[in-house]
């Protein structure tokens, strides 16, 4: 196991007293498997301590803030990929079954493509294969650690990390590639209901396949496609 990977899957789930509790033993993993770089650690440590000593509501509104009512700081990777494109439900379908055939059942409720999901999955890898999985969603992870440095959020340190994994060299991809369109205030919940309603993703034989064999080149093809006109 790639205890990284699962530390980083912790840090990017929705907090809670027991991810507060589990502080010491993630600092530990961190600095155990030394796989991320001196600066990326001592950002993420500065996290950790963060979510430790925070008060709990605090941490929570910030999270629900950022990661649930900001559309452009979706935690679902292929909203960034395909967005409200039909090809999102047969993507979904080909990332569960590279679940499945790698011996991870998830629940009927998560949506396969939840990022704290993706990097438990890649825990259970060996590092070649996580590092190369990881690699195909760069991109996203670049966009992603761009505006939340923009933001002064210290969750950017997790998709730092995310890029310093990365196999091939993340300076390839640019914020560019994921434009960052104006989001609707994280309080005006009507605003938001109107800007996260998309159409319903289809599954199973009716799915559009676009690429059924190769989930990762739904992720490595990266720009989320243009609106279609009504």
């Not at 990017?12 to 796989?35: C, F, H, N, V, W």
């Not at 999270?63 to 999102?88: A, I, K, M, N």
């Not at 992603?144 to 933001?151: D, G, N, P, S, Y």
């Not at 995310?162 to 991809?173: F, G, H, K, N």
Request: aromatic share 6%.
């Amino acid at each position: 196991m790639v205890r990284t990977f699962k530390v980083l899957s912790a840090l990017l789930s929705y907090p809670t007293s027991d991810l507060q509790k589990a502080a010491g033993e993630m600092r530990s993993a961190l600095r155990g498997e030394a796989i991320v770089s001196p600066a990326v650690l001592a950002n993420l440590e500065r996290l950790i301590g963060e979510i430790a000593e925070g008060d709990l509501f605090d941490l929570e509104e910030r999270y629900v803030v950022l990661f649930d009512r900001t559309r452009s700081l979706s935690l679902h990777l292929f909203e960034h990929v395909h967005g409200e494109s039909r090809d999102r439900g047969q993507a979904m379908i080909d990332l569960k079954d590279l679940y499945e055939r790698n011996g991870l059942a998830i629940d009927a409720t998560e949506l396969p493509d939840f990022l704290p999901l993706f990097l438990e999955f890649l825990s259970t890898r060996p590092i070649a294969e996580a590092r190369d999985l990881l690699d195909q969603t760069a991109h996203i992870a670049v966009a992603l650690h761009a505006r939340l440095v923009k933001r002064k959020s210290s969750y950017a340190a997790i998709f730092a990390a995310l890029t310093d994994l990365a196999v091939a060299d993340p300076a390839r991809a640019t914020i560019d590639d994921f434009p960052d369109e104006p989001d609707a205030d994280p309080d005006d919940l009507a605003a938001l209901d109107a800007a996260w309603e998309d159409t319903p993703v289809t599954f199973g034989p009716e799915a559009a396949s676009s690429c059924k064999d190769d989930l990762v080149a739904r992720i490595r093809a990266a720009k989320r496609p243009a609106a279609r006109p009504a």
